[in-house]
């Protein structure tokens, strides 16, 4: 992490950064966030509360709320809800439309790295994930090695192409709880043998936030010449990002989620030698005009560009706020909840405690209470919208905590289901 006075004076610069890309715009949002910046341009220290409460003003989540589902979706600021309208006003009141693709490939590789003529902007990781396993020409007898914490985003695109092709699926079984990355490298390079052409994997994996070594596994693959294809759904607005630095050759992500851009807003990062040869899932002009690079895969006929726009602006709230500043805010709310969690009888926390193996989620299950009964527990007694694991059997309850939740939000969930795990929860309606 970099130090306090270098940070600020990034954050000075960047929004002299979005104000000469915007300049001139005849739209009212860049207006209104340069007002918030300078509001924020001081203080943000984790435990800062004036400062987060500032934060907090600036969502439509009602005040009776806790939002611990992010992992799922996170709720755009009401900035990026006014650039999806004013750009879909435009559009209707018949303004030529159009992406200003130059400015958002600056301002995604300004907040999360790389070189902005890597990127291309599909609608969520799935489809992402699904340009990357179309793309690639993978054969009969080759391998591709997965894991059993993948989100069926990250893992059927791979799924389907091995069925086509008749390649082959091995899932390496991570630890829900490893005791250090190398535990999670180890567990995945076992899996690897002479026939594997690719990996597979989450950055942060959706069941119990754990955050994976992938500039290991990213140089390990190099050196064997095995395509390292991401899931990186979560970190992009969760921690602080340098793609050159992670590594890789594919990175998918879906900005809706941490980045707190509109819902149906994805991303996908192509390291530089697969620019001009991976192979178009969706095939317009251009496709095979290997002089555009990767922005052939941008051209993907006529799409809902407000969502863009929301995601412009959603990049230029994150670079107000700071990614530092997010990441240390997230964790710190996080830290607090699993602190609270362990004092909790009969709660067991899955999500390892170590700062390097997690983030902004924590897993847990509560002895003898079934999840989803827990569920709709905390939605009807607290209005707490949760997310529950169900995938592979694994029965965690996964709670997210980000920059627009409150410490009472934690205290309350707390007290919630400290109650709970002491006297139990009511089966849903229905149950059999
Ligand atoms: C790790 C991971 N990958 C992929 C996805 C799918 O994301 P999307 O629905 O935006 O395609 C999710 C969604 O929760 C996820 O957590």
Known sequence: MEDGASAETRRRIDRRGFLTVLGGATLAWP???????RRLEVGGAADDEPFWAVVRDQFLIPD???????????????????????????????????????????????????????????????????????????????????????????????????????????????????????????????????????????????????????????????????????????????????LALVGGDFYASSPHKWLLAPQGTGLLY??????????????????????LGAQRLNHLGTFDESRLAGLMAALEFMRALGPDRVEARVRHLRRTLRAGLDEIPRVRVVTAADEGLAAGMVSFTVEGIDPLDLQAHLSRTGNVRTRVISEYGYGYMRLSTHVYNRPSDIDQVLGLLDDAARTGVPSRPGKG
Not at 77 to 96: F, G, L, S
Not at 167 to 173: E, K, P, Q, S
Not at 270 to 291: H, N
């Open 270 to 291: 192509l390291a530089p030698r697969w620019r001009d040869v991976l192979w178009p899932t969706v095939a317009s002009g251009g496709w095979d005009d290997r002089t």
């Open 64 to 242: 009776d709320r806790i939002y611990l589902n992010n992992g799922t979706l996170g709720p755009p600021p009401a900035v990026v809800v006014d650039a999806v309208a004013e750009h879909a006003r435009r559009v209707a009141r018949t303004y030529p439309p159009g992406v200003a693709w130059g400015d958002l490939k600056a301002a995604t590789a300004a907040l999360i790295g790389g070189e902005p003529e890597g990127f291309v902007f599909p609608r969520n990781t799935t489809e992402a994930v699904s340009f990357v396993a179309n793309g690639l020409d993978i054969e009969g007898g080759d391998e591709i090695v997965t894991t059993d914490h993948e989100h069926i985003g990250g893992l059927e695109p791979w799924r389907m192409v091995c069925a086509r092709r008749g390649a082959a699926l091995r899932v390496a079984r991570l630890p829900p709880t490893p005791s250090s990355p190398g535990d999670l490298v180890e567990s995945i390079w076992g899996s690897v043998s002479p026939a594997t052409t690719v990996v597979a994997v989450s950055h942060v994996t959706f069941t119990t936030g754990t955050v994976l070594p992938i500039a290991e596994l990213a140089a390990r693959c190099a050196a064997r010449g095995i395509v390292l294809a991401v899931d990186g759904a979560h970190p992009p607005g969760m921690l602080q990002l340098d």
């Open 31 to 37: 207006r209104a966030l340069e007002g918030l910046a």
